[in-house]
């Protein structure tokens, strides 16, 4: 069985394998799919002396949509490389403009449940960096995921205790722009948290204990 075919099957929605195969079959990159990091879902290099074509790298772990969002946001970045535009912003207008061009195609072919369209349709307006800058994005796309363990710190009150996936226990404090202000119990100290990082809420008994 073909690569493309494999890749398409295992990581991207179904109704989306056509789009997917033809921009797989007209256009020359390597797409890698790696373990998962915590800093990025995703990546796009330019060729280099190793690498004499471009390449994708997108996470193993994204559920459906997330990977497809995900591909077509580094796939928006090798179309403005293509374009020659060495100078454009990562994420200006240029980048911008093809990113919502390939979420819309992908709108119009009822590839995204409806509650996911509604939202992209919004999202492409002014797309972010990344889909985890748009929390409200980002918390529809993750009802998705395989696992859905833990709630987001930003869903829980202001002055809960709750453990991080280390062990690590925090109180949240309060909003701070774009970030959670959290103490970490045992250290005293203060730590800013994404709005969407994932979290396990303590009951006072369980943490006291």
């Not at 193993?60 to 403005?80: D, G, K, R, S």
Request: aromatic residues 12%; contains cysteine.
């Amino acid at each position: 069985m073909d690569q493309k075919i494999k890749i398409s099957e295992k990581h991207f929605p179904h109704e989306a394998f056509p789009f997917i195969n033809e921009i797989l079959d007209q256009n020359e990159f390597r797409l890698k799919i790696v373990r998962s990091r915590t800093t990025k879902f995703a990546d796009f290099k330019p060729p280099c002396k190793i690498n004499k074509i471009p390449t994708i790298t997108i996470n193993n772990n994204l559920n459906p949509y997330l990977f497809l969002i995900t591909f077509l946001h580094e796939f928006a970045h090798f179309q403005v490389w293509k374009e020659r535009k060495f100078y454009a912003k990562p994420h200006g207008r240029t980048w911008k403009n093809n990113y919502s061009k390939l979420i819309q195609a992908m709108i119009n072919m009822r590839v995204f449940p409806e509650v996911l369209s509604h939202r992209l349709t919004e999202h492409i307006q002014n797309p972010k960096a990344t889909s985890c800058t748009d929390t409200r994005l980002y918390k529809i796309l993750s009802t998705f995921d395989a696992e859905n363990k833990g709630v987001f710190v930003d869903d829980i009150p202001d002055g809960a205790v709750f453990k991080t996936h280390d062990g690590q226990v925090f109180k949240k404090e309060k909003k701070i722009r774009k970030r959670i202000l959290c103490t970490n119990q045992k250290k005293n100290r203060k730590y800013l948290f994404s709005p969407i990082y994932k979290v396990f809420p303590l009951e006072k008994e369980e943490y006291r204990s």
